[in-house]
């Protein structure tokens, strides 16, 4: 069950020994009102029923406020994408094509969470606490691009995984921040965010040359035919050392 839903009703305010909570809750619906950039300490402690003086028990400032916000949705995140994923069965293609629809209903579920992680402007670098908890949910994007690049056909160079992870990751972050949302800004589509974004990474992957069939060669106990070399547009053939060096 999800924590902001759990809290959303919860009684606010110092008095009830849930301060920190309540300026949490009260954050993520002043986001919700105003984006992640949109309001100050003081209305985070307004909007909880304290003083301006009695956040300062359990925050240093509001970025620190932000930073646990964010970090809490990285964690949610992760464990969605892990449900997702389930190690790539029943087969990489499929796996990843819910990683994928999994990464654009956070969004459109939990965009306060979605907001504070990627909109706010917070220097993740300099939380450690934050950072990890990032770096675990884009873990699991890493992992999916590792088994995706591990699915390149004889003589066609192989990517590194963290660039495709990084591909793709921009991509579902394109399509969930412009399309998949439920704010007013979103575009109408004349398809799903969702099948805009499988659109995207089939071609992306195609354009790799890479096969696509929900069984690849190799998986689930099965081996079809190989398919014939596929060398990218200027390579010299099988073996060439191509964009990313020789396949591995």
């Known amino acids: ?7 959303r009703r919860a009684e606010r305010g110092y008095h009830h020994g849930n301060l920190k909570e309540a300026l949490l809750q009260a ?8 984006g992640a950039a949109g309001f100050t300490f003081a209305d985070a402690a307004r909007m909880a029923g304290v003083s301006p003086a009695a956040p300062y028990r359990h925050f240093r400032d509001r970025d620190e406020l932000l930073a646990s916000i964010a970090q809490r949705g990285f964690e949610q995140f992760e464990a969605l994408l892990t449900q997702a994923w389930d190690d790539g069965r029943p087969d990489t293609v499929t796996a990843f094509e819910r990683v994928g629809k999994a990464y654009l209903r956070f969004a ?8 504070a992680m990627f909109e706010s402007g917070l220097p993740v670098d300099s939380n450690p606490t934050l950072q990890a ?7 699991i994007i890493r992992a999916a691009a590792e088994r995706l690049a591990a699915l390149a056909p004889p003589g066609v ?35 799903s965010p969702e099948d805009l974004l499988e659109a995207e990474v089939l071609i992306y992957l195609r354009g790799l040359g890479f096969p696509t069939d929900r069984r690849p060669a190799g998986e689930q106990g099965t081996k079809p035919a190989e398919p014939p070399p596929v060398p990218p547009s200027g390579s010299s053939g099988p073996g060439s050392s191509g964009p990313w060096g020789r396949p591995k």
């Open 1 to 7: 069950m999800s924590w902001r839903k759990d809290q």
């Open 27 to 34: 954050a993520l619906d002043l986001i919700a009102q105003k």
């Open 108 to 115: 459109r579920e939990e965009p306060s969470f979605y907001s």
């Open 133 to 139: 908890a990032s770096e675990r949910a884009f873990a």
């Open 157 to 191: 160079p192989r990517p590194p995984a963290m660039m495709m992870a990084l591909h793709i990751w921009s991509m579902s972050h394109g399509v969930a921040s412009l399309f998949g949302r439920g704010d007013a800004a979103r575009r109408k589509l004349p398809m």
